[in-house]
């Protein structure tokens, strides 16, 4: 539920969104995204938190950090931290709670509206401060995947829920068509 005259903020943890909508079969656009919520209220910030691996050559998420940095998102980023676990497995480590946390606790006192992008229980703890500063609290995530992207307890603990895969028809990016086949040209002969 939202109000027209409500002051919004977004945030938007990156990785956790792109695995809930990876799960339910879908990209999102970020430009739609954004224009939902300017209709649903008075948009203040939206808050987009990623990590980056900084030594690859190409990291495949820096043209969106830089398309959402250039369209009206406010850019979190660090650098992620690569290790190798006790199998031997490279794995990346990114966390951005507590960066997420933190702006969210400063712009509490200048909104009436938090909209969370993440199922990730650790932020149970967080809306409930909001909750008693007297922001109103919704989380996007999905119970529609298996197992479910978002916490019982995070839902629980929300003002509202809201299942990614019923914005998917209004944040959904459209199917691309695959690459047509390329037939070869013959050289014009002189």
């Known amino acids: 539920m939202f109000y027209k005259d409500e002051r919004l903020a977004l945030f938007i943890d990156g990785s956790n969104l792109y695995a809930a909508a990876k799960s339910l079969g879908f990209d999102i656009d970020y430009k739609l995204l954004r224009q939902e919520f300017v209709r649903r209220g008075k948009l203040l910030r939206a808050f987009y938190y990623t990590a980056l691996l900084e030594n690859d050559e190409y990291s495949p998420i820096r043209p969106l950090v830089d398309w959402l940095h250039y369209n009206g998102f406010n850019m979190r980023t660090k650098p992620a931290k690569e290790y190798t676990d006790s199998q031997g497995r490279r794995k990346v480590k990114g966390n951005m709670d507590i960066e997420l946390t ?10 009436d509206h938090v909209v969370l992008f993440s199922g990730d229980g650790d932020f149970r703890p967080l809306i409930e401060s909001l909750q008693r500063k007297g922001v109103r609290v ?11 992207m978002i916490a019982d307890e995070l839902r629980r603990q929300a003002d509202n829920f809201i299942e990614l895969d019923e914005l998917r028809d209004v944040i959904g990016r459209p199917p691309r068509d695959p690459m047509p086949e390329r037939q070869p040209v013959a050289a014009e002969q002189d």
């Open 102 to 111: 933190v702006d969210a606790m400063e712009l509490a006192d200048h909104v």
């Open 138 to 148: 919704s989380v996007v995530s999905t119970i529609r995947s298996q197992p479910p």
